[in-house]
Every structure is written in C-alpha cells, then in structure tokens.
C-alpha cells in the first residue's frame, strides 16, 4: 500500500480540563472514504476539530501528504489541501449563494480556478446555481449542506473532512447527500467522514472506525464491520 | 413659516450628514469585532489635527489633506488593532470597553502634552461661507461633509460586497470560525477592518475641520453621538449609520428650533432609550454584521 495521506498517530485531546481524545490512531488513504462511527459525545467532532488544526492536540502527531501539522491553525491547513464541512453547514447565512461559493475559493491556489470550480459546483448541486443570488440563510436544510459541501469543493482540497453531513436532513434528502458524497469520491478526492447515520456510511466507505468514549474501539472494512455482530446489536439494530 | 420649517430640516439633515460621516467606521468597526471602540473620537481628533497642522504650516486645505489624514489614520488603526485590540479579541467584552477606554485616556492626553490644551479651528475663505438659495440658507462646508458621507458609505458598501478582502471581511463578522475554515487569517482582517474604520473616521475629522473647534479633548463628545447613531441605525449594518444620523439630526434640529437649543441634546438621549426600549435592532431592523 502506497503512503497515507493523512495520518493520526497517537493523539490526546483535551476540552478544557477533559480529556475526549485518548490515543487516536487513524489513517486515511488517496482516494479512500474512510468513516469514523460513533454514538453521540465520542469525541468524532473533536477528531475533525483536531485534524483540522481547531483544536491542539497535547500528545501526538498528525501528518498530512507527509507533512507535520500537528498544532497547525485551519487558515494554514486548508491551505495544504484539506478543507472541513463543518457539523450543521454553517453556510454564510447573510451572503449570497454565489458569495458563499466565492469564499471557498478565497485561499490564492484556489482563486484562479474559480471559474472552473464554479461549474464543477453547479454540477453536483444545479439546485444552487438556481439559487445563486439568494441569501444563504433563506436556504432548506438540505440546500444549506450542498452549499457547505459545494464551499468546501471550491478551495480544491485532496482530503474533505465531513461532519455529519446528514445531520437533520429529511430521510430523501440524506440518501442524496451520501450519493453525491460517493460522487465526489468518485473524481479522486479523498473522503474522512464521520456520521451517526452508520448505515449509510458503511455503505459508501472502504474502512470504518468506531470510537467510543474517546477510543477507536474498533476498525476495518466497512464491509466486514457491518456484519460484525457487535457493530449489528449497537448500531445497525439488527 | 414654512421657510422656517425648510430651513431646519435642511440644518437637520446637514447635521445628520456630519454625524453619519464620522459614525459610520464606529459601526464597521463593532459590526465585524463585536469591539465598541471608545477611542473612536479620538480617530476624528487625529483626523482634524492632521489638517490643521498642514493647514497651519504648509496653508494646505483641508479637503487637500483629507487624503493624508485617511492614510495616516489607516496606519494608526491597522497598527492598534494588530498590536493592542487583538489580544482582547475573544475575551469578554469589558476588556475591549476597559481597553479602548484607555486608549482614549492616553490619546487625548499625549495631544494635550503635544498641542496643549487651547482650542484651535481653521479659517478658509469658505468657512461660514452660505450658498443661498429661495431664501434658505446652506452651509457649504456643511454641505460638503453631508457629501462626503453619502460618498463614504456607498465606497465602503461597494468595499464589502464587491471585493475579495470586503468579503472576507462580511464572512469575519458572520462567523469567524468558518472564516479560518476558508483560510482567512481573521487577525488580519480585524487589523484592516480596524485601519478602514479609523481611516474614513479620520476623513470626516478631516472634512469636519473647517467647521468645528479642534483640541485634542474634542474627543469625547463624538464618541458619545456615534455611539448613538449607531445604535439608532442598527449596530454594524453600513447604511443604518447613515439613517441613524439623518435621522438624530433632523431630531435635534427641530427640537432646537421649535423647543430650545438646550434641549436637543436630551432629546438625543430619549430617542435613543425609546429605541432600545422598543426596537433594539435599529430604525432598519437590522442590527449586527455588515
């Protein structure tokens, strides 16, 4: 197997006195979907927080493309290629669509392919090039997310980070957000997700990781993971 | 009669001009730090010293040295913020009042060791100079600074919207987080923010000159009426510092002429608590972020 492009070695993470994260290994793949399953308070967001460069870890290292960047802020990460759709959108509620879109690409690399970006995001979501001059806070739940993910997409990362993308969304709306996930995948981009939905994610992914209380409690093929009894009487209700 | 009644609304609106011009980098400022800035009329005091020293010595007049006055005071601003202000951002928002509190103190103090304490104006051949028209009177300086302000909200709001650094900046006061997500280094854009504010605040000190009495305790005063148009247009939103200031102009013109000039400005005050009172969010309804 070739080198990962992302790499958790062993971190600990704090919340001011406590501690979420214990001893995190993760790896994730070029052109993997790798997801993180878990129940509600595990720690997931504070994983995607920490890899982001949100939050500092106080033990271990990240690596990505082969570069340290434990301790790196986000504004200097994104910049190396990896990008975060944060949990609940968070789209620029009082700009426009197509400004929200233009903010994605506001890092310099990506700036220049704003054009071509631009289509690439119409093209996943035509739903948002329809609504382009609207304000991003008049959006459905759903729009708002295709808007995160179409602002993600923008700044042209190698690894998207995906925080429960399905988070509130009507039951139609959830299988579409995971097609276009799988679409996404598809152009070669690589995939970190992390979801409450498990079994959709399972589906779509290559590997999954189960954390629970702030420890991988287990990890493999997703394939394998689904049929793994405990994985079925916690999470999968079978 | 009615010439009367003319004439005060024009006064009115013409005050309203002045107030919105050195209001509106007040309402910037807090719309995308959340830093109500209580040094902010001192900006307009550094702003009308800058003209009055070049007009003093180099008989440069003030709307020439305007420019300089918007450049200097960017500089000032970038570097306050970048060094001083940022290492409170993010903390309660006392420390910003405390802060900036003490920034007013030391301003106005070390202009008062500077330049003394004595009053100064500027005198041009157009100081008091009145254009009259159907039997109105119109202050031309007044009317200039009235221009200036319309001209200084419509370049800041094309600023916002139209540009890369505007929309980093609208994204900042949004949410600051998701900012860093799209790589704006946020610090810098408050430095920046910061610098524009106190640039167009140095301005309208700038174009104010010729009207108004200038020493470096000149301050306070301005801090208290922007405050209140500020408030009165909605706190952050760009055009609200425009309407907030028409609006308390033409207030305290009429009540100055139909009740008594002493009045005026409690009547400032009233409307301000009735606004708070009623509708928080501003005449526009649009409190917060530009």
Known sequence: MNEPLLKIERINVSYRDVQVLHEIDLEVYPSEIVTVIGPNGAGKSTLLSATMGFAVPNKGSVTFNGKKITGTPPEETVRLGMTIVPEGARVFTEMTVLDNLKMGSYIKSSRVHRKSSLEMVFNFFPRLHERIKQKGGTLSGGERQMLAIGRALMSRPSLLLLDEPSLGLAPLLVTKVFETIVEIAATGLTVLLVEQNVHFSLEISKRAYVLENGRIVKHGFSEELMNNDYIKKSYLAL | ?290
């Open chain 2, 1 to 290: 009669m009615y010439t009367v009644f003319v004439q005060t609304i024009i006064n009115g609106l013409l005050l309203g001009g002045v107030y919105a011009a050195y209001s509106a980098g007040f309402s910037l400022i807090f719309g995308v730090m959340g830093v109500v800035n209580l040094a902010h009329g001192e900006l307009i005091m550094l702003g009308a010293f800058t003209s009055y020293w070049l007009f003093a010595y180099f008989n440069l007049d003030p709307y020439l040295s305007a420019p300089f006055a918007m450049i200097l005071l960017f500089l000032f601003g970038y570097v306050v913020q970048k060094y001083i202000i940022n290492r409170v951002i993010g903390q309660p928002h006392i420390m910003s009042y405390i802060l900036t509190f003490g920034l007013h103190l030391m301003i106005a103090n070390i202009a008062i060791k500077m330049w003394t304490q004595d009053f100064r104006s500027i005198t041009t051949s157009y100081s008091g100079a009145n254009a009259a028209i159907w039997g109105l009177n119109i202050p031309l300086a007044r009317l200039v600074t009235f221009m200036v302000a319309l001209l200084v909200t419509w370049v800041l709001w094309f600023f916002l919207m139209r540009t890369e650094t505007g929309r980093a900046i609208r994204a900042t006061a949004q949410d600051k987080e998701v900012a860093r997500l799209m790589g704006v280094d946020i610090r810098n854009i408050y430095a920046i923010t910061f610098g524009l504010g106190a640039a167009i605040t140095g301005l309208s000190g700038s174009v104010m000159s010729p009207f108004v009495i200038i020493s470096p305790e000149m301050g306070l005063e301005y801090t208290i009426i922007a405050f209140c148009v500020v408030v009165l247009g909605g706190m952050g939103y760009m055009p609200g510092a425009l309407v907030g200031g028409l609006v308390l102009g033409v207030a305290q013109s009429l009540a100055a002429t139909y009740l008594n000039a002493g009045v005026s400005v409690a009547i400032t005050f009233i409307i301000l608590f009735i606004m708070l009172v009623i509708c928080p969010k501003g005449i526009l309804g649009k409190g917060s972020v530009a």
